[in-house]
């Protein structure tokens, strides 16, 4: 989307790689031409070498591994999973061959150590003979998400000056829609748990109802996903608490600052707070959407690091 809006239609991709069924099932409604190479572990270089000059490499990988939060067994890229890098960059080195002056952005969560951060710069730039520049950028800057990124590229992105777009409370559904989206006392059950992998965090707060059946929040002395997964806004009574599944601690119900819904993120509304034209994911899964939104990138964000490229 962010490249056809800057380049138009004569940006053409020569290939992609994905494995998840449903992704794969999204992309090919958007772009049935596109030709996706499968599982890039597989891909060889007579594979690239046949797609001919690559102007620009664009993708991610697992992050996985390389989170700052103190899972134990933790391996950064030496993992199974963030270790995809590694093969990211054979891919790109085997690019630059056809063309010195491939230009990449490479996309990852900032929640990693800096000697990870670094490593992946400083391999970047080795293999493209050339400086890369790990620039640092939130999302709420665009659009009413906070979504902290690293994207690597070979030129500095210079910080954004603008103005989000909306505000959060803007694009939510009416109350009265937003009252048969309340979550389960099973989800807020599973919500409220102290995760067992993470150390070190010595409080938190839990969702607990009240007596009139409204919810509010509880500190507690042990570590919480509600407490770990809590992602600010610029909205004062609304927080967006989670990103998988999406929900959302729902302020307007009540004249009292303090109480709230916890209920689910509609699809409608997930599509305006990442940045996405209505109805784009067409699944009607809960599940399915809110996991394909949450592997996104926001368009937005990558229109300006493009037009800065």
Known sequence: ??????????????GYSEIDKHAISEYIRHYPTHKNLGDVTH??????????KIDLVVGGFPCSDLSS????G?????GDKSGLFWTMVKIISWVRKNNKDVEIIIENNVSMAHKWRDMITEELSRVLHKR??????DSSQWVPQRRRRYYW????????????MQRLHDLLIPVQQARSHILSEKMIQYINASPKYLTGVKDGDV??????GQYAKRKVSYPTRLRVR??????????CIDTSPHLLLDYRISSKQKLFIPRHLTKQELNALFGYPSDYISSLSRKVYSRLYGMCVIPPVITYILVNL
């Open 207 to 212: 969702i607990v109802k009240t007596e009139n």
């Open 230 to 239: 809590t992602s600010s806004t610029t909205d004062t009574f609304i927080r």
């Open 43 to 52: 891909i060889k270089k007579k594979d690239i070498d046949a797609l001919g």
């Open 153 to 164: 590229t070979l030129r500095k992105i210079p910080e954004y000056q603008g103005n989000p």
């Open 132 to 137: 890369a520049y790990c620039n640092y950028f």
């Open 69 to 72: 939060m103190k899972h134990k």
């Open 1 to 14: 989307m962010a490249i056809h809006r800057v380049y138009g239609q004569r940006a053409e991709c020569v």
């Open 74 to 78: 933790r391996k950064g890229l030496n």
